[in-house]
């Protein structure tokens, strides 16, 4: 299962720590994070990032249940993508629960789709 969300006019960091922690209060643990930003070639002022996010139960083995990926810039669109690696781990009752907290915070900056 997949959840694609296109935010416009947001720090892809803001984004980046909402879900983190949104995810968090869902009883994950995190299992891998890395966020880089690169300029871009054509406007050396002008920056992109790139943020991956890997979680887990917390107290049980290390089995990856959902991977976020964000990328975009604070002038423009930021695009968010998570994976639901495992159904049975990550309940449909915990993506729609995940959904509706991203919705209620983040809905100003939700791109209307084309």
Same mark, same amino acid.
């Given at each position: ?8 006019? %947001? ?5 980046? $720590? ?10 994950? +643990?995190?299992?891998? +994070? ?12 002008? *920056? ?8 887990? *139960?917390? =107290? ?7 991977? +976020?990926?964000?990328? =975009? ?8 993508? %998570?994976?639901?690696? $495992? =159904? ?7 993506? +729609?629960?995940?959904?509706? $907290?991203?919705?209620? %915070? ?9």
């Amino acid at each position: 299962m997949q959840v694609r969300k296109v935010y416009q006019d %947001i720090k892809p960091e803001l984004l980046y $720590d909402e879900i983190r922690d949104l995810v968090l209060k869902q009883g994950l +643990a995190v299992s891998e +994070a890395k966020l880089d930003t690169y300029s871009l070639p054509n406007d050396s002022s002008s *920056f992109i990032s790139r943020g991956t996010l890997s979680f887990h *139960f917390a =107290g049980e083995a290390v089995k990856e249940c959902l991977r +976020a990926h964000i990328v =975009g810039s604070a002038k423009g669109e930021t695009k968010l993508m %998570i994976d639901i690696m $495992d =159904g049975k781990l990550f309940s449909d009752e915990m993506v +729609a629960a995940l959904q509706n $907290d991203l919705d209620f %915070i983040l809905s100003a900056y939700e791109a209307e789709p084309e």
